[in-house]
């Protein structure tokens, strides 16, 4: 069992930066973890995924750039920084965790864990 709990985001204006945390608890089997997001009246896309063993990451190609996940692996603390948001980018951001065994870690992963979400809005 895993339990996922983001944290930082808000309300900023648009060239800003955020950075999004989320506490990881619980044995994750594969190491791997990701961020989501769903915009109002969009379904949930995947923006970016790690593999906290290998620390090797994988992003969208419209994340590429300004998204950075990273990790603080004694802590167990995932994170998202966002750089330059655009208005675009508002969303609700989820936390995810552990794909099926064999699967590859990917930011369009299925993960089979997420968190409760935290909402970035971005004001022009």
């Known amino acids: 069992q895993v339990q996922l709990v983001e944290s930082g985001g808000g309300s900023v204006q648009a060239g800003g930066s955020l950075r999004l945390s989320c506490i990881v608890s619980?044995?994750?089997?594969?190491?791997?973890v990701g961020w989501a997001r769903q915009a109002p009246g969009k379904t949930r896309a995947g923006v970016a995924a790690?593999?906290?063993?290998?620390?090797?990451?994988n992003y969208a190609d419209s994340t590429k750039g300004r998204f950075t996940i990273s990790h603080d692996n004694t802590k167990k603390i995932l994170f998202l920084t966002i750089e330059d948001l655009r208005p675009d980018d508002s969303a609700i951001y989820y936390c995810?965790?552990?794909?099926?065994?064999?699967?590859?870690?990917?930011?369009?992963?299925?993960?089979?864990?997420w968190g409760q979400g935290t909402q970035v809005t971005v004001s022009s």
């Open positions: 790690l593999n906290m063993a290998a620390s090797t990451t």
């Open positions: 995810a965790a552990e794909v099926p065994r064999g699967d590859a870690c990917r930011w369009d992963a299925n993960f089979g864990y």
């Open positions: 619980g044995y994750t089997n594969t190491g791997c």
